[in-house]
């Protein structure tokens, strides 16, 4: 199956869209890539949906790329003895360690890793932001605060800290336990929350030991302070912009999607843009204007995938929203502006082979009007760096790993196909012709790009471009 667009649509799945008819509804309605939420999903859910999907991509014959997302810390209060409080702006207010129902004055905070890394002017956020404490004094057993936006605080609410970068590791034993067992399914993406400093990506990489590709969500503003280094350890990033909207002004978050975006792709790593791109279609079965405008901005900056959340997982119209973001995609990707947008965005080719002859081959495909960009690769990189470039062109990856197929499921504009590696150098313009026509990118004559590596099979050698005619095998 052919899509008519570069980027990538993210199913996640859930209580609506958890049946083989579903899946492949979804699927077939424009989903490239499966979501698998673990802070909703037991692991013997996840087992069956993962066999569900594999079930799928049999069927279709396309390589589909699961993504797990690992829950990640989770940071609440206690109880209260009336349930619920009114905290008004200007009280005094106080979490501490003493483990009993709280009141108007103070309440339990049962996470001993808050008392030591938070400090005087510090803020803290409740209940999804809806209110807000500056910290006035802090020790290891009790944090003093002021009431800057009071309002309805009840048991149990979230506690978020914008300003402090925590102690603590990004995988829970929760986490850990969810990441081996993944691993042990041949999962493709592991999506990290909480991610605050480089060594976090480190750590989980150290797990996965090339197992599963790692994406970093950019949901902290710590993370921020070490983009450059996160996005350099990680093999793609997250725009996580709900937490990112509760952890800062939200009006700094449309920039912060440019900037994370575009951060990026100058380095040929793969974004996702997620949360709440299509929020009203959990209930009705079309957008907003605005949330129309809002997925095509992503579009436009050439994110590599548009996500869904609870718009495909417990929505009442999943398929629908599936297909509306797949509509909207291709709409943009039509749009002359468009092109002029993703052109005038693109990054200068690091000095290297590799990304010297994947801008060949761009220049090469626009100037020449080639049919296709054929690439050969085996461990993804050679993918990676020709969809660095946002052809105009189409591109087909070749490789015989059904992992790297399936990570690359993900990236902008690349097609996989999964098939055999080369003989020789005719097989290889042989079978880059023959495939590009019967994937429907070519007719018989046409010309096309083909991307490799000399000698054959070589991981990373990049370092052939040649331009063949498309033909039919005879």
């Not at 200007?90 to 400090?119: C, M, N, Y």
């Not at 929020?279 to 900056?301: G, L, N, Q, Y």
Request: net charge neutral; with cysteine.
């Amino acid at each position: 199956m052919k899509r008519e667009r570069r980027v990538k649509v993210v199913a996640t799945l859930g209580p609506a869209s958890n049946t083989s008819e579903t899946i492949t509804a979804l699927f077939e309605a424009g989903a490239d890539v499966f979501r698998i939420n673990m802070s909703h999903t037991p692991q013997d859910e996840l087992k069956r949906l993962h066999a569900v999907i594999r079930d799928v991509e049999k069927t279709v014959g396309r390589p589909i790329s699961v993504l797990v997302d690992l829950q990640g810390p989770k940071f609440r209060i206690g109880t209260f003895k009336d349930e619920r409080i009114e905290l008004r702006h200007g009280d005094a207010f106080t979490l501490d360690t003493k483990d009993r129902p709280g009141d108007q004055k103070r309440v339990f905070l049962p996470h001993p890793e808050i008392f030591e890394g938070v400090s005087k002017g510090d803020r803290l956020l409740l209940n999804d932001g809806r209110q807000e404490l500056l910290v006035t004094a802090a020790s290891k057993t009790t944090i003093k605060t002021k009431v800057v936006h009071g309002g309805e605080l009840s048991d149990r609410k979230g506690v978020s800290l914008p300003d402090t970068i925590l102690p603590v590791t990004p995988l829970t034993p929760k986490d850990r336990s969810d990441l081996e067992y993944a691993l042990n399914l041949d999962i493709d993406w592991i999506a990290l929350s909480f991610v605050q400093r480089p060594d976090d990506i480190a750590e989980c990489r150290k797990i996965t030991a090339g197992k599963a590709a790692i994406m970093a969500k950019i949901e902290k503003p710590a993370a921020l302070k070490n983009l450059d280094e996160i996005i350099e350890q990680s093999d793609g990033i997250m725009v996580a912009r709900g937490d990112l909207g509760v952890e800062l002004p939200i009006e700094q978050v449309p920039g912060l999607q440019k900037r994370l975006t575009r951060a990026a792709r100058r380095t040929g790593t793969p974004v996702v843009v997620a949360t709440q791109m299509l929020e009203s279609m959990i209930e009705a079965p079309v957008p907003t204007r605005a949330e129309v405008s809002d997925v095509s901005t992503a579009v436009f900056e050439g994110a590599d995938a548009i996500m869904l959340s609870a718009e495909s997982a417990m929505g009442t119209y999943p398929d629908r929203a599936v297909a509306m973001m797949d509509k909207i995609a291709r709409e943009v990707e039509q749009d002359p502006y468009y092109t002029q947008t993703i052109h005038a965005q693109r990054p200068q080719p690091e000095p290297t082979t590799a990304d010297a002859i994947s801008a060949a081959a761009r220049s090469a495909a626009e100037t020449l009007n080639l049919a296709a960009i054929v690439c050969y690769t085996s461990t993804g990189s050679t993918g990676l760096r020709a969809a660095r470039e946002r052809p105009e062109t189409p591109i087909i990856a070749l490789t015989p790993i059904p992992a790297t197929g399936r990570r690359l499921a993900l990236v902008w504009g690349i097609h996989c196909v999964l098939t055999a590696d080369a003989r020789d150098q005719d097989d290889m313009v042989d079978r880059a012709a023959r495939i590009s026509i019967e994937e429907g990118f070519a007719a018989a004559n046409e010309r096309i790009a083909i991307m490799a590596g000399l000698p054959l099979g070589t991981p990373g050698a990049t370092n052939m471009l040649r331009i063949a005619h498309a033909m039919r095998p005879r």
